[in-house]
């Protein structure tokens, strides 16, 4: 079964500073990627999903940025942090119409 | 954006008490999937419940699918501590891998 690794698990930044968090698969390849942010006590927001390497489709206009460099490895990246980029940052991936499966996410705090 | 509104936002019961939540959302679709997320951590697919459905099980969960009110119930059935958590509805669209969640319901059962 399909196993996504996120780290780290927690974050806290500086306002400006770069970010780079990163998730990979195991147990499946060709998978759908997607990036997840989940406000405290709220759904998820779409950010990011991807259909291989390279394409990379954006759900909302924002700070971030993400990279698929290889099959399996999802990586959401930001230049410049702001106050309003904390959350809690979920991956997940998926094969076609079947359930979405996903990592343990990543707190981040921007200070 | 969100198509999935769950109901009620929250729900407090006693172990052994049955707990029922809401999905209701706006276009038609293809699939409709319940997750459960504990505190602090990734969410786990519970049951996937296609357009073409009414009613499925798992165990003690029990899912109806009513695609002319456009709304889905989920029932948890004897519940334990362990069901502590909230539970989301996300809807998944013909010809769309992408799904859309709603905010979810926080079930507390208490001991």
């Not at chain 1, 390279?54 to 702001?82: H, M, T």
Request: net charge positive; aromatic share 8%; hydrophobic share 30%.
């Amino acid at each position: 079964s399909q196993t996504i690794h996120q780290w780290p698990a927690t974050l806290v930044q500086p306002v400006g500073s770069p970010l780079s968090l990163e998730c990979t698969v195991e147990g499946t390849s060709n998978p759908n990627l997607y990036w997840y942010r989940q406000a405290a006590g709220r759904g998820l927001q779409l950010l990011f999903y991807s259909v291989g390497i390279g394409q990379i489709s954006s759900e909302v206009p924002q700070n971030l940025s993400a990279s698929r460099p290889q099959d399996r490895q999802f990586i959401l990246s930001s230049k410049k942090l702001l106050l309003s980029d904390s959350g809690f940052y979920l991956c997940a991936c998926d094969r076609g119409n079947q359930p979405q499966h996903f990592g343990d996410g990543t707190r981040l705090s921007i200070l | 954006s969100q198509q999935g509104e769950e109901d009620p936002q929250a729900l407090s019961i006693q172990e052994g008490e049955n707990a029922t939540m809401n999905c209701s959302y706006k276009t038609s679709i293809n699939n409709l999937q319940w997750y459960r997320q504990n505190s602090g951590r990734g969410l786990v697919h519970l049951i996937l419940i296609r357009s073409n459905e009414r009613e499925k099980h798992s165990g003690r969960l029990r899912v109806t699918l009513d695609t002319s009110k456009k709304s889905s119930s989920l029932l948890i059935t004897a519940s334990r501590a362990a069901d502590t958590a909230s539970y989301f509805c996300a809807t998944g669209l013909t010809n769309d891998y992408k799904l859309s969640f709603g905010a979810g319901t926080t079930v507390t059962v208490r001991a």
